[in-house]
T-cell receptor, first 113, second 117 residues
Framework: NAGVTQTPKFRVLKTGQSMTLLCAQD?????MYWYRQDPGMGLRLIHY???????AKGEVPDGYNVSRLKKQNFLLGLESAAPSQTSVYFC????????????FGPGTRLTVT | AQTVTQSQPEMSVQEAETVTLSCTYD???????LFWYKQPPSRQMILVIR??????QNATENRFSVNFQKAAKSFSLKISDSQLGDAAMYFC??????????????FGTGTRLQVTL
């Protein structure tokens, strides 16, 4: 069991470039999430998905798009990167109900210059 | 909307001593879950302990225990016999138990714990 994996682990972009972050989980979880972590602000939810083919906006969705074409994968896209999107991005997944926690990936450090 | 507040940006404890990290939250719901996550320098988020709001008994996991005060909306984490490996950022998180909320977590801003010799 690999758990939750994220690709890539590090990336440097120039302003205006685009990229896609890939999240994969092998635990058959229904729910998946993308967060960003900035100093002094904790983790904030960008987008989430409650199942294959469905996505929804979180707390800070602007400038990001997501897709969940397969249950095990959740993609986060930046169409035109901005310096304000410099952050550490975490993917997480969880079972649907109960007191189950979210399982997190190792994070992606993204720098936009 | 729920909010989670961690008022201690940094804490320090000596090895083998006990430390308590504070967390308060605001919600109008009666059923929910609370979590403490640990984030060491490796960045990996690790679940430390969870508490179901309907349970009066405080959760414990080895050296980690919580003081859950539902009426006061307080959820503190006590670490006993602190070890160097406990040095990390600790996040308190809230999750509604209502269906239709997608099990989303609301995080506090974190407390950085230093462990000294």
């Amino acid at each position: 069991n690999a758990g939750v994996t994220q690709t890539p682990k590090f990336r440097v972009l120039k302003t205006g470039q685009s990229m896609t972050l890939l999240c994969a989980q092998d635990m058959n979880h229904e729910y998946m999430y993308w967060y960003r972590q900035d100093p002094g602000m904790g983790l904030r939810l960008i987008h989430y998905s409650v199942g294959e083919g469905t996505t929804a906006k979180g707390e800070v969705p602007d400038g990001y798009n997501v897709s969940r074409l397969k249950k095990q994968n959740f993609l986060l896209g930046l169409e035109s990167a901005a310096p304000s999107q410099t952050s550490v991005y975490f993917c997480a997944s969880s079972y649907r109900q109960g007191s189950y926690e979210q399982y997190f990936g190792p994070g992606t450090r993204l720098t936009v210059t | 909307a729920q909010t989670v507040t961690q008022s201690q940006p940094e804490m320090s404890v000596q090895e083998a001593e006990t430390v308590t990290l504070s967390c308060t939250y605001d919600t109008s719901e009666s059923d929910y879950y609370l979590f403490w996550y640990k984030q060491p320098p490796s960045r990996q988020m690790i679940l430390v302990i969870r508490q179901e709001a309907y349970k009066q008994q405080n959760a414990t996991e080895n050296r980690f225990s919580v003081n859950f005060q539902k009426a006061a909306k307080s959820f503190s984490l006590k670490i006993s016999d602190s070890q160097l490996g406990d040095a990390a950022m600790y996040f308190c998180a809230y999750r509604s138990a209502l269906t239709g909320t997608a099990s989303k977590l609301t995080f506090g801003t974190g407390t950085r714990l230093q462990v000294t010799l």
